[in-house]
């Protein structure tokens, strides 16, 4: 999905853990949310089989009751998706325009992904690195220039603790892979 804002900024949901997004829930259906949490937690059965139902069902409700809002990160413009788009424009030019993103701000524990395929058409980028704590992902021509950059950027949000997971492929084939166990 892409919205154009009146600012003339993009606003790209193609991905998942951007800080410009947010799953909007009413209060009216707060607490049905969390007792169907509770429901799924107390009553799930023993099995596997079980446990998956009831997270399917925690998964859908939370599809049903929720909105999706973006935020232009350019001028703090906020769309809520409710069928339709919806604008709500700031009120001043000093809004905060990281109005949704994580709780844990600077310590939000992010991704790191990189993929290299030689056989791309000669208009398309060989290489990318994606991160959440880029702006915008890098291209690459280069895949040792690539290789290096990933496992820099790999190194450092691991030694700072903000990372969840990264995967690095090349001509799609799993190089590294590595998941924090708990994200806490």
Request: with cysteine; net charge neutral.
């Amino acid at each position: 999905m892409k919205i154009m804002c009146e600012c003339g900024h993009p606003i790209y949901d193609t991905t998942d853990y951007l800080s410009y997004k947010a799953h909007l829930i009413s209060d009216q259906d707060w607490f049905d949310f969390l007792d169907e949490i509770d429901s799924a937690i107390e009553k799930s059965g023993p099995s596997e089989i079980d446990k998956e139902k009831a997270l399917m069902k925690i998964r859908t409700l939370s599809s049903n009751l929720t909105k999706k809002v973006y935020q232009c990160n350019k001028c703090g413009i906020v769309f809520i998706n409710n069928n339709r788009l919806e604008v709500f424009r700031p009120s001043s030019d000093s809004v905060n325009k990281k109005l949704l993103r994580s709780a844990h701000g600077d310590k939000w524990k992010g991704f790191l992904d990189g993929d290299w395929m030689d056989n791309n058409p000669v208009w398309r980028v060989k290489g990318f690195i994606a991160a959440s704590c880029l702006a915008e992902g890098k291209q690459y021509d280069d895949w040792e220039i690539l290789e290096k950059e990933y496992y820099l950027i790999f190194n450092e949000l691991r030694e700072k603790n903000l990372l969840r997971s990264s995967s690095l492929k090349k001509n799609g084939n799993v190089l590294h892979a590595w998941k924090l166990t708990d994200v806490n």
